[in-house]
Every structure is written in structure tokens, then in C-alpha cells.
């Protein structure tokens, strides 16, 4: 594989869509001091999958964005892309399909990045296995930039070692490596917590073990339980049937009884009935009766009121009587007259 195109977008210094041909042979970049040669490194490696943002100079992983000028206002997002040709079927499984192969990493102000292979959402472990396998990335010796010589002759063993390996184009397998490791330290810890699992449920087998004799002997006796439920229904069901017979003659003499109350009920509708018509000529005459009697109260109440207004007439006139006679003798007393018969007096007064 071989990068033939590098292409920029809002990264750092280069804030217009900029891109740089790689074309075969030596490719060389030219100007003066601050005009963005070192941004050109610094794409290839963010694009490889670089994480520090130390690496990239600055203070935030943010800082790779333009944040503009006097006369250019800040972007929001940067995108770098690397164009490697694949026509030898060099890239890992996932990616040979293809001939040329466009990475992409772009990255949101205060998003984070993301990385696709022609147009495909991939992961930094994917890209990073990928320039591996090609003998190079982010952090390769291939990458040489300022103090990275003295850098490699004053290195440990270990970083020699590093160059070697990219040399060699194994990278990638020792990054594999290295993984596996992690897969294989971490397969370790799950067998020894499987142990103890297995510990675990070895106790818990044994106890389950104990409660299935126990819910075994449960059964057993909820068994008896339920034929001696069975039974004890069966005796009352059968006291039950000869209660219902006992009420069900109960019941058919009770209905005998009611007939006869119902005749019998019947017979005395009827004589109430002819009781009824017979009663109706004795309430006229009764009516009659007592029509005549309210008459006659009503003349003895007219009598017993003439007798008082007579007996008060026949008071006021023995009141006049007595007045008269006292009249008489006190005329008498005064000068002598003729006698009067106090008969004709008295007939007198009365008319």
C-alpha cells in the first residue's frame, strides 16, 4: 500500500480544502519557517489514529481546528483524508475490497472524532491495525520529524526493537499479539471466576438437591393431603345427597300442605264472596237506618232546644210574677185598694 494523495480540511493552518499529491519517487515540501510543513506531518499522523494531544502541540485535541485569524473567522470541525492505493490487496480482510482506500477522521469542536474508510464508519483500532499492517502509523520511526534521529540512537532496546519491528512490517502482528494477550489475560480471569461460579453452584446444587427431597416429600404428603381431602368431600357429598332427599320429601309434603291451604283458601275466597253479597242489602238498610237516626238526633236536638228557650221563657216570666206581686203588696201598703184575685193576675201575666 502507498499514500498517493493527502487531503485537508480546516486542519490548523489550513482552513481552505488543500491537497497534496504523493506522487512515485521523492515528494518534497519547500518553504520558510511557520508556512505549515509540520502541520502536513501532524495530518498524517491525527489521520493514522493519533490520540495525544501533546503530540499534535497543543492543549486540547480541539486545537487542531482552525480557530481563525484577523480577517478569517474560526471552523467548527476539521477533516483529513489519506488516499492509499490498494491495487496489491495489502489492506486487512475488512478493507481489500477495493482499490484505493480514503481515510477519513474528522473531528467536532467539542464532539470528539471519527474515522471512515471509503465512507464506512470504522474504529481507531481498525485504522491503527491497518497502517500497522503497512509498516508505519501514528507514532512510527517512518515518521521522521524534528530530534527523531538523536531520539532513535539514544533509544532502550525496547524502542529499537519498535523500529525493527515496523521494518520488518510486523507491527501489526504485535499489536495483535499484544491483544490477544489481553483476550487470553482476560479468558484467565473469567476461567477463574467460572471456577468460582462453579464453587458457587456446586453449593447451590447441594442445597437445591436438599429442597428437591424436601419438595419430593412435600409431594408425598400433599398427595395424602388431597385423597384424604377427597375422601372427606366424598362423605360429605354423600351426607349432602341424603339431606337433599330428606328435604326434597320435606319439600313435596310442604307443597301437599300448601295445595290443601290453597283449596282451603280457595273455599273461603268463595264464602267471602257470597258473605260479601248478602252484606250488601243489610248496609243499605243499615245506610237507611242511619239516615233515619241522624234525623232524628237532629229533631231531638231541635225539641231540647225549643224546651231550654221554653224553660227560660217560663223562668223570666215566674221572675216577672214574683216582681209583680212584690209590686202589688208594696201599692197595697201604700194606699188600701180594691182586691184582686191573684188567679187572674197570674192569668193575666201569662198572656
Known amino acids: 500500500m502507498q499514500i498517493t494523495r493527502l487531503r485537508l480540511l480546516g486542519f490548523k493552518s489550513f482552513v481552505e480544502p488543500t491537497e497534496l499529491l504523493v506522487e512515485p519517487g521523492l515528494t518534497g515540501v519547500v518553504g520558510p519557517n511557520g508556512c505549515g510543513k509540520s502541520n502536513l506531518l501532524e495530518a498524517l499522523r491525527w489521520a493514522m489514529?493519533?490520540?495525544?494531544?501533546k503530540s499534535m502541540r497543543g492543549a486540547a485535541m480541539d486545537d487542531v481546528i482552525f480557530a481563525g485569524a484577523q480577517d478569517r473567522p474560526g471552523r467548527n470541525?476539521?477533516?483529513?483524508t489519506l488516499f492509499i492505493d490498494n491495487s496489491a490487496r495489502k489492506a486487512p480482510a475488512e478493507f481489500n475490497d477495493d482499490d484505493v482506500l480514503e481515510v477519513t477522521r474528522r473531528i467536532e469542536r467539542e464532539a470528539g472524532s471519527a474515522y471512515k474508510v471509503n465512507g464506512r464508519d470504522v474504529r481507531a483500532r481498525d485504522i491503527r491495525l491497518?497502517?500497522?499492517?503497512a509498516a508505519t502509523g501514528a507514532r512510527s520511526p517512518a515518521l521522521v520529524q524534528q530530534g527523531r534521529i538523536g531520539e532513535i540512537v539514544n533509544s532502550a532496546p525496547q524502542e529499537r526493537r519498535r523500529v525493527l519491528?515496523?521494518?520488518?512490517?510486523?507491527?501489526?502482528?504485535h499489536s495483535r499479539r499484544h491483544e490477544a494477550e489481553l483476550r487470553l489475560k482476560a479468558t484467565e480471569s473469567n476461567l477463574a471466576r467460572l471456577a468460582d461460579l462453579i464453587g458457587q453452584i456446586t453449593s447451590q446444587?447441594?442445597?437445591m438437591r436438599r429442597?428437591?427431597?424436601?419438595?419430593?416429600?412435600?409431594?408425598?404428603?400433599?398427595?395424602?393431603?388431597h385423597e384424604m381431602e377427597a375422601l372427606q368431600y366424598h362423605l360429605q357429598w354423600t351426607a349432602a345427597c341424603a339431606h337433599v332427599e330428606q328435604d326434597e320429601t320435606a319439600f313435596q309434603e310442604a307443597l301437599a300442605a300448601v295445595a290443601q291451604q290453597t283449596k282451603a283458601e280457595g273455599e273461603a275466597l268463595r264464602q267471602q264472596a257470597e258473605s260479601a253479597e248478602k252484606l250488601q242489602p243489610l248496609r243499605d238498610e243499615e245506610a237507611q237506618r242511619a239516615a233515619v237516626l241522624h234525623r232524628?238526633?237532629?229533631?231531638?236536638?231541635?225539641?231540647?232546644?225549643e224546651e231550654a228557650r221554653a224553660k227560660a221563657r217560663q223562668a223570666e216570666l215566674e221572675t216577672r210574677l214574683a216582681q209583680a206581686s212584690r209590686d202589688l203588696a208594696r201599692e197595697r201598703s201604700i194606699s188600701?185598694?180594691?182586691t184582686i184575685c191573684c188567679a187572674g193576675l197570674a192569668r193575666k201575666a201569662a198572656a
Not at 489514529?49 to 494531544?53: D, F, L, R, V
Not at 470541525?77 to 483529513?80: D, G, H, I, K, L
Not at 491497518?130 to 499492517?133: A, G, I, P, R, T
Request: charged share 30%; no cysteine.
Open 49 to 53: 489514529g493519533e490520540t495525544s494531544y
Open 77 to 80: 470541525s476539521a477533516e483529513v
Open 130 to 133: 491497518l497502517f500497522e499492517d
Open 165 to 173: 519491528e515496523d521494518a520488518a512490517g510486523i507491527a501489526g502482528l
Open 205 to 207: 446444587l447441594q442445597a
Open 211 to 225: 429442597q428437591a427431597r424436601q419438595a419430593q416429600r412435600y409431594r408425598e404428603i400433599s398427595n395424602k393431603i
Open 296 to 305: 232524628l238526633s237532629v229533631e231531638r236536638d231541635a225539641l231540647e232546644r
Open 336 to 338: 188600701p185598694r180594691p
